[in-house]
């Protein structure tokens, strides 16, 4: 689904083999998370996500992830600590074989080791579907430099949370890892390669996959985010 595209519910309905209305109860759905538009008479349309969306929703997760890590902070334990080792390691292994889709996956799991923790459900319902529009609709992929940065933010977390220090945690999560202004030029070249001359995202969409390959991977990815570590 390219932004700005009408969605064809009669066409969809058909390869999908169901009424429309699941579908178009899955549409209200979308529309009320920001993914589509439905006008009346004119029909439903894909999105666009503008820099102001995406400053929006920078600013929107970055806050309430930052009250989540400071509101959990005491109940962190060497376990947790572990399990988030052992997670970015593997993020960076997902990097090095250009395995996008599991990264995807597995950075999601990082940021639950401590969201998990939080017994705020409104704060998750409002922080998951921003993720999803920031990088599920539609599929993109990844620049690896910017993934490694991020990496490193996870290291700074982690030991802000080893030696108990909240200023360090807040500042790295709040003010560098989930700021516009300091992720800016990777936010553009991710998701305006045509105005920045970027050309990773392009090669690694390529690297993610076919959907069958997808497919493929999704029973690695479920071993993944079962694993007792």
Not at 132 to 150: A, Q, T, V
Not at 194 to 199: A, F, K, L, P
Request: glycine share 6%; net charge positive.
């Amino acid at each position: 689904l390219i932004p700005g595209m009408a969605i064809n519910m009669n066409k969809i309905s058909q390869e999908l083999g169901i009424s429309k209305t699941p579908l178009r109860d899955a549409l209200l759905q979308l529309d009320i998370e920001g993914f589509v538009t439905i006008s009346p008479r004119r029909g439903v349309f894909v999105n666009r996500l503008t820099v102001e969306d995406i400053r929006s929703c920078y600013e929107i997760i970055g806050a309430l992830e930052t009250a989540a890590i400071l509101s959990v902070f005491d109940n962190i334990q060497p376990s947790h600590l572990e399990k988030m080792k052992w997670l970015n390691a593997a993020l960076r292994v997902s990097l090095k074989r250009e395995d996008y889709q599991t990264y995807y996956q597995q950075n999601l799991l990082f940021h639950d080791v401590f969201l998990g923790l939080s017994h705020n459900s409104s704060m998750k319902r409002i922080i998951m579907p921003m993720k999803r529009r920031l990088y599920d609709f539609p599929s993109r992929g990844y620049i690896k430099e910017w993934e490694l940065s991020n990496c490193r933010d996870h290291d700074r977390l982690i030991d802000a949370f080893g030696t108990g220090d909240r200023a360090a945690a807040v500042n790295v999560w709040q003010n560098v890892h989930w700021s516009f202004e300091s992720q800016e030029k990777y936010i553009r070249r991710f998701y305006y390669p045509e105005s920045t001359g970027g050309r990773e995202t392009q090669a690694a969409r390529a690297a993610a996959g076919t959907p069958k390959q997808k497919r493929q991977r999704s029973v690695g990815r479920k071993k993944i985010a079962s694993a007792d570590v």
